[in-house]
């Protein structure tokens, strides 16, 4: 990006970060002695974070041992759909707060059976602004953004897509329905992080899912540097 | 709603939000004063703002004085789009802020050509969440969401669809495409907000959009309570 981005921060929102940075510390720490690989996933309201989750699942039962957390400002209505598969799963239910924090996680986390645990999915509240800034100890931030919302919403919201491992573009199946350009979209996105791994998934009509699941096997797989 | 909505807050964010109050009272006082209207558009990132902004300043061309503040993290695309409808614009880059304040606002219309405006729009932040708690002496603010959002979103978050005077339902020309409740969505939004006026739109197809400006032009005329 030819423009850095701006980071600005009153004294109380540094102590804030701080706090959270080190119990995310702590929390990779201990789910890495755990063998256990998290995923934070992070979008916009309604890009489709729990439809893709659910079909990841479905697609995972009786390979993997997965658990989820599940944030939202109110309601229970996604970990509902979530706890159809038969993983475990937690709420939590953030009130006024924007973003789920490590603090949290690791609340929730001591609530799951993590015992011989492969996978942690945390599926973060709907905003694709304040998440981004709140590490939680997970191994991968992965953005989504579908078809619908236009291409330029990684050079408007450049720095959750900055921090992403993985960009996944939703809802490819409307494509033909919109004015919606993907090499753009796609274009926007290495223009913030030319190191993002772009996939494009319908969970709709299961196009992509494939693609999804085998990164999501290899990123788990691949040893830290 | 059964649930009330639960207000935590921190003293250090009550402080910023009573200084916030402070101003926004102030701006709406003054804005009465001059006559203007103001519009507060809060929505997702895509769920359609600027392309409802640009067809509804196309619509007032000739027929009413407007002007537009536009909200982003980066970039000024937004306000481009708008310039080319030939009305006043200015961009705010909020940098990582997740939304729009009073003292903004304040500092962009004195940037702005005001005298005999009727209208002023403010395009929000791209934000379900964060916007909602920040007052910014409007006289109305419009929730916006895209069919492609899910019919849930209401009860999820909640704050924005409670404080809205009308929520405008966009992209309908994609329901067909879509597994989506239109009554369903309708009915969560009015459980949040029985007093709500719901417009549905598509600004691809026009449907919907005449029904906007004339709850726009109703709502200006109407006098206060």
């Known amino acids: 990006m030819s423009k850095s981005i701006k980071i600005e921060t009153i004294p109380v929102e540094t102590r804030i970060l701080n706090e959270n940075d080190r119990l995310a510390a702590e929390n990779r720490a201990w789910f890495g002695s755990q063998g256990i690989f998290v995923v934070n996933l992070i979008s ?120 992403s491992t993985a960009a996944v573009i939703t809802k490819i199946d409307l494509i033909p329905h919109l004015k919606f350009d993907l090499a753009l979209a796609e274009k926007n996105i ?3 992080n030319p190191k993002a791994v772009i996939l494009r998934t319908s969970a709709y009509t299961g196009e992509g899912l494939q693609g999804w699941l085998d990164w999501l096997a290899a990123r788990k797989a691949q040893p830290p540097l």
Chains 1, 2 share one sequence.
């Open 190 to 192: 290495h223009q913030v």
């Open 44 to 163: 916009s309201p309604g890009s489709g974070k729990t439809t893709l989750l659910v079909e990841t699942l479905k697609a995972l039962q009786g390979k993997l041992k997965c658990a989820i957390i599940e944030g939202d400002q109110q309601t229970d209505l996604d970990a509902r759909r979530i706890a159809e598969t038969g993983f475990p799963v937690r709420q939590v239910n953030t009130g006024q707060a924007c973003h789920l924090d490590a603090a949290m996680v690791r609340k929730e986390v001591s609530e799951l059976a993590v015992a011989g645990l492969d996978l942690l999915f945390i599926e973060n509240v709907g905003n694709l602004i304040c998440p981004a800034e709140f590490d939680l100890g997970e191994n991968v931030k992965v953005v989504l953004m579908s078809v619908t919302e236009g291409e330029e919403k990684p050079l408007k919201y450049p720095l959750i897509f900055h921090l």
